[in-house]
């Protein structure tokens, strides 16, 4: 069994702000020790359950959070930014499953560090399915039929993952008390919640379907304010629906539209004034 990590960092263990997930902040060096760690774990116990291969991708911001000299031997990790598909690069059809580590809730949503990608954007929409991170990468995953069998964070990014997936095992090592205050296990007894819900993933696996996305899915994404809109209808194909700050595109598929979401979103940050 071959088996995908996304990576993010906002739902690692015990991280409840933004001073632990921006490079230049001061508990950043502590959070990325944490985050290869409880990334560990998970590799860890995936192999332990039969895995014969792990592809780790670090999927926060710059995406070159994981460090390299302290992960698992055994995994291959994917790191870098300006990747074609970002936080799914590298995921295929030859994966059995996915797991989604360090995961938060959408822009608008309670949860730790809850936002969709950039503090520009309010809300996606495949076609007028509303989505954030997990919702479009774990369409990115069904396109090409591989199931995300765990999805790890905060409360309110399991009651989101149950919400999308069925039968999605979820491990929560934080609850959230504000968008910026958690209640969080430590990183060891989430790295055994974490062993045990990795192995439980695994045995669950037939029991979970793929997030099938539509056919030729139409993508919106709303901004925060007309400026950021302007800036994200720049990209050909795109158009602003009138009198909102949304941005439309035809896509052909859900790999078109992610690749013209990131697009978007690249420029949106031109924008000066929030």
Not at 35 to 64: I, P, Q, R, W
Not at 72 to 90: E, F, N, Q, R
Not at 204 to 226: C, G, H, M, Q, S
Request: aromatic share 8%.
């Amino acid at each position: 069994m071959k088996l995908y990590l996304s990576v993010d960092m906002e739902g690692i263990t015990g991280l409840p702000d933004y001073t632990y997930v921006s490079a230049s902040m001061h508990n950043y060096e502590r959070a990325r020790k944490i985050m290869t760690d409880e990334t560990n774990y998970v590799v860890g116990a995936a192999f332990n359950s039969g895995c014969s291969e792990v592809l780790v991708n670090d999927s926060h911001m710059k995406m070159n959070n994981i460090m390299i000299d302290q992960l698992h031997p055994d995994a291959h990790l994917i790191t870098g930014d300006v990747k074609t598909y970002s936080m799914v690069h590298g995921l295929d059809s030859s994966f059995s499953g996915a797991m989604f580590i360090g995961y938060h809730t959408r822009a608008g949503m309670p949860g730790v560090m809850s936002h969709s990608m950039i503090h520009m954007v309010r809300n996606f929409y495949v076609n007028d399915w509303q989505v954030g991170e997990l919702g479009i990468n774990a369409m990115v995953a069904g396109y090409y039929g591989v199931p995300v069998l765990l999805v790890s964070g905060d409360d309110e990014t399991a009651k989101e993952a149950e919400q999308l997936i069925p039968n999605v095992t979820t491990a929560i090592v934080k609850q959230a008390i504000s968008r910026s205050a958690t209640k969080s296990l430590t990183p060891k007894k989430a790295g055994e919640l974490l062993t045990e819900k990795v192995s439980h993933a695994i045995k669950n696996a037939d029991n979970v379907r793929p997030l099938i996305p539509p056919n030729e899915p139409t993508l919106k994404v709303e901004f925060v304010n007309y400026g950021a809109a302007e800036w994200a209808s720049l990209m050909p194909g795109t158009e602003i629906i009138p009198n909102t700050t949304i941005v439309q595109y035809q896509a052909k598929d859900i790999l078109e539209a992610y690749r013209a979401l990131l697009v978007m979103i690249e420029l949106a940050y031109n924008t000066k004034y929030t």
